[in-house]
């Protein structure tokens, strides 16, 4: 067996250390691991297992690990922390929303939200101003996972329609601009 070239940037190179490695039977693999990582492998792990990490490893070597960031979000994945979920709305999409029969229609700008004119730094306080409650402006404006529902007076569950309008599609009814329109009662 031959040695693993020395790590380099160059594409070729690493590109022909990978198929190499991926030629090897497991012994070869189990063999290649102990010199490499100076440990056994785990002896679950099957000869494609093997072959995907120690080609893993030469790219690592050659071209950098994670990033700060990538190595913190793994980090607490495996610890058990749910991911953190990022909004990020570009300048200019629309956010639609219908509550009580009013249409209400939000643009994203750098600074915040404008909303009838007037400029907002979050979309709760636009929420808030809308409703009269205290409301969570991403789930208001449709932005959370799944359909705000909420009770009508006789306790049935009535679904609230939020819409986002970006370039003139509205990325939640597929390619209409326009939410459905529904009698929503709070």
């Known amino acids: ?76 994945l495996a610890r058990g922390d749910k991911p953190k979920a990022e909004r990020r709305l570009k300048p200019g999409t629309v956010l639609v929303r219908e509550y009580q029969g009013d249409r209400h229609t939000v643009t994203v700008v750098p600074g915040g939200y404008v909303w009838r004119d007037a400029t907002y730094a979050s979309l709760s306080t636009i929420a808030r101003a809308i409703t009269g409650t205290a409301w969570n402006g991403p789930r208001f404006f449709g932005l959370r996972v799944g359909i705000n529902r909420m009770e009508d007076n006789e306790g049935e569950q009535t679904e609230s329609h939020a819409g986002i309008v970006d370039a003139g599609r509205s990325l939640r009814h597929g390619s209409s601009t326009s939410p459905r329109r529904t009698k929503v009662q709070r």
């Open 1 to 76: 067996m031959t040695a693993m070239v020395q790590r380099s940037s160059n594409g070729e190179a690493i590109e022909a250390e990978i198929d190499r490695v991926r030629s090897l039977g497991l012994d070869e693999l189990r063999t290649l691991w102990r010199t490499t990582l100076r440990s056994s492998p785990p002896p679950a792990f099957t000869r494609d297992l093997i072959a995907r990490f120690i080609c893993w490893h030469i790219q690592e070597q050659a071209l950098g690990g994670l990033d700060a960031d990538a190595a913190k979000l793994l980090e607490g």
